[in-house]
Nanobody, 126 residues
Framework: VRLVESGGGVVQTGGSLTLSCAASGFTFSHYYMSWLRRAPGKGLEWVSGISTGSSSTRYVDSVKGRFTISRDNAKNTLYLQMDSLKPEDTAVYYC????????????????????WGQGTQVTVSS
């Protein structure tokens, strides 16, 4: 399994970024996927998740209305569109694969994800 995130950077408050995650080594379309993040000095936080066929998306309250998760199963790629960014969004962002195939619910527990990538740094300046 390999997950490679990209698209991070430094933006000003109110700016936008689009993160991508290229997946390989497993059947991407069979797995629930999520974005996690780790802010400086804090633990790993679940941010957003998407079902296998994209019919269901979920977000942590702090990013609702600002972030949009999507996936392209034909390209084995997960995305996170981030708009209206705030300094508190500063973190390393990871895409993560849920541990079981064909999972149809939403998992907010970071311990339920068995693989994630090296992460991409997002820094929002005030």
């Amino acid at each position: 399994v390999r997950l490679v995130e990209s698209g991070g950077g430094v933006v000003q408050t109110g700016g936008s970024l689009t993160l991508s995650c290229a997946a390989s080594g497993f059947t991407f379309s069979h797995y629930y996927m999520s974005w996690l993040r780790r802010a400086p000095g804090k633990g790993l936080e679940w941010v957003s998740g998407i079902s296998t066929g994209s019919s269901s998306t979920r977000y942590v309250d702090s990013v609702k209305g600002r972030f949009t998760i999507s996936r392209d199963n034909a390209k084995n790629t997960l995305y996170l569109q981030m708009d209206s960014l705030k300094p508190e969004d500063t973190a390393v962002y990871y895409c993560a694969k849920y541990k079981n195939r064909y999972y149809t619910d939403t998992s907010y527990d970071t311990k339920d994800y068995d693989y994630w990538g090296q992460g991409t740094q997002v820094t929002v300046s005030s």
